[in-house]
């Protein structure tokens, strides 16, 4: 069956960094676009960045431009988030997502119901 497995989470002090990732099985992954989200308490679940196929076009919220880089290797069906330089509002749990197709869509790789799998999540705590 189809499994989205996050892992790599963790509690890191702020201006810390943590890599993040996710490995596939149970559907064709390099066939994916794969997405990262988090929801932090009392918030709804957010988009953080996404990436293509190919790997060719990738894409971040403003929040994590520079600071988070989306990454996948297809021939370990393992999808991967360096986040750098964390600040406390990065406090969420982190969720990684397969979707059949976003056509490199600044708008549609943000919406949930555009993921066909979803993982279970993993924490990650910025905390002095």
């Known amino acids: 069956q189809v499994q989205l497995v996050e892992s790599g989470g963790g509690s890191v002090q702020p201006g810390g960094s943590l890599r993040l990732s996710c490995a596939a099985s149970?559907?064709?992954?390099?066939?994916?676009?794969m997405g990262w989200f988090r929801q932090a308490p009392g918030k709804r679940r957010a988009g953080v960045s996404a990436?293509?196929?190919?790997?060719?076009?990738?894409t971040a919220d403003d929040s994590v431009t520079g600071r988070f880089t989306i990454s996948r290797d297809n021939a370990k069906n393992t999808l991967y988030l360096q986040m750098n330089s964390l600040l406390p509002e990065d406090t969420a749990i982190y969720y990684c997502a397969a979707a059949r197709d976003i056509s490199n869509s600044s708008r549609y790789w943000r919406l949930l119901g555009n993921y066909n799998y979803w993982g279970q999540g993993t924490q990650v705590t910025v905390s002095s």
């Open positions: 149970g559907f064709t992954y390099s066939n994916y676009y």
């Open positions: 990436i293509s196929p190919d790997s060719a076009w990738t």
